[in-house]
């Protein structure tokens, strides 16, 4: 069981660490000064199989449900390979690389050659991730959704303000799919909340996350944003999440889902993001 659960531990010094679980490259924990910024559901499940609950779960290549195989794609339950160990950099960061391709088991359910390459560099106060996925093939084209599933941990959601998503479009996943425009400077999450939020700004301010700092989450090639908190009755669905834990999480996740990337034959997409303690 052990092979299951590897983890690749970044540390800059200062209790300052992220920690990779190599099922799914699942951020599982960033600590800045010893204050852990992501949340991990105590229910989460470390088998090898099933995805991560909480942390930062790689969505790829489909976002929600899919005819062809798990919700949210196969990335985030693979066993990726460490492409390049933690190494320091000149400045004092640190990088890891680490990158998945096509096998019999993603060609089981999406038949396209592929490679994706997922690079870590965590910085005094920030953590930065590069992605590039590269489609090899001389002929086919193929098309994707991509999704960083970030689960902030937060003394109390209902007191955090998420900004940049003014004057936006959503998806309200809990009507039906309906959409809406965001009316509000600043969003707050009081109940189940589900939604895509389309061309949001490229810079997200979190308030009152751990210790009540502030959190900026600045993002590229990412045009989505996703807010999502279960929130009692559905937190009660979800057999790998405790009853009572929704108040401490909030997910504001970049990605590029309410359209797909078509990536053209020997072309690549690049995307990235950066979060930020203030």
């Not at 910085?123 to 090899?136: D, S, T």
């Not at 940049?164 to 509000?184: A, M, P, S, V, Y």
């Not at 589900?194 to 700092?213: A, F, L």
Request: hydrophobic share 40%.
């Amino acid at each position: 069981m052990a092979a299951a659960t590897s983890v690749v531990v970044l540390d800059r010094g200062n209790n300052t660490t992220c920690t990779i679980n190599l099922h799914g490259a699942t951020v599982v924990s960033w600590r800045v000064n010893n204050q852990e910024q992501l949340f991990v559901s105590k229910q989460a499940v470390f088998d090898g199989k099933k995805a991560i609950r909480g942390g930062i779960p790689f969505v790829f290549p489909q976002f929600g449900a899919w005819t062809f195989g798990p919700g949210h794609g196969f990335a985030r339950i693979m066993r990726w390979n460490v492409e390049k160990s933690p190494e320091r950099l000149p400045s004092g960061d640190v990088e890891a690389i680490f990158s998945i391709m096509d096998n019999e088991f993603t060609r089981s359910m999406w038949n396209y050659p592929f490679r994706l390459t997922y690079r870590l560099i965590l910085r005094e106060k920030e953590l930065h991730f590069n992605i590039g996925v590269y489609n090899p093939s001389k002929e086919h084209t193929f098309s994707f959704n991509l999704l960083l599933h970030t689960y902030f941990k937060v003394p109390d959601v209902r007191r955090c303000q998420i900004t940049g998503l003014h004057g936006c479009t959503f998806i309200d996943k809990t009507r039906d799919n309906q959409i809406f425009q965001e009316g509000l400077d600043v969003v707050t999450v009081r109940e189940w909340t589900d939604r895509i939020y389309q061309n949001t700004q490229p810079e997200h301010i979190i308030t009152n996350v751990v210790s009540g700092r502030k959190m900026r989450v600045q993002k590229y090639n990412f045009p989505d944003t996703v807010i999502w908190n279960p929130w009692q009755d559905k937190a009660r669905d979800i057999p790998d999440f405790g009853d009572d834990e929704f108040p401490n999480m909030i997910c504001v996740e970049s990605g590029h889902v309410s359209s797909p990337v078509i990536l053209l034959p020997g072309t690549a997409f690049e995307a990235s993001q950066i979060l930020q303690v203030m």
